[in-house]
Nanobody, 137 residues
Framework: QLQLVESGGGLVQSGKSLRLSCVGS????????IGWFHQAPGTERKGISC????????YYAHSVMGRFTIGRDNAKNTVYLQMDRLRPEDTGVYYC??????????????????????????????WGRGTQVTVSS
């Protein structure tokens, strides 16, 4: 079993930065695609940034493109989300999730499990419990 634990959330002013971490334990994250999902108050959870198992392919939702950067450190079994120029609409709970990359490879993961996630939790194999981010105006 893979356990995922998010950290790094907090309260920041608009325009500031935060760096979220997703640490895996129990299994190595090698071969897993990892995604960050955002749930704003009163809304559905959405995929905002994902990285494939090859560490080459990434996805960013339009709302975060150019402001957020995803990366992974396999030696630390950790995936990061660097969030810059934060906005009040970035407020919410941030979850990381993992999916074992199958025969269809990274493109299928980035499409079905991330950009077209649409609340389909079964598209990911493991979920963390989330970390709260609050951005004040």
């Amino acid at each position: 079993q893979l356990q995922l634990v998010e950290s790094g959330g907090g309260l920041v002013q608009s325009g500031k930065s935060l760096r979220l971490s997703c640490v895996g334990s129990g299994l190595t994250l090698d071969g897993y695609g990892i995604g960050w999902f955002h749930q704003a108050p009163g809304t559905e959870r959405k995929g905002i940034s994902c990285i494939g198992g090859t560490n080459i392919s990434t996805y960013y939702a339009h709302s975060v493109m150019g402001r957020f950067t995803i990366g992974r450190d396999n030696a630390k079994n950790t995936v990061y989300l660097q969030m810059d120029r934060l906005r009040p609409e970035d407020t919410g709970v941030y979850y990381c999730a993992a999916k074992r990359i199958g025969e269809d490879g990274d493109p299928a993961f980035l499409y079905y499990s991330c950009s077209e996630y649409k609340g389909r939790d079964h598209e990911l194999d493991y979920w963390g419990r989330g970390t709260q981010v609050t951005v004040s105006s």
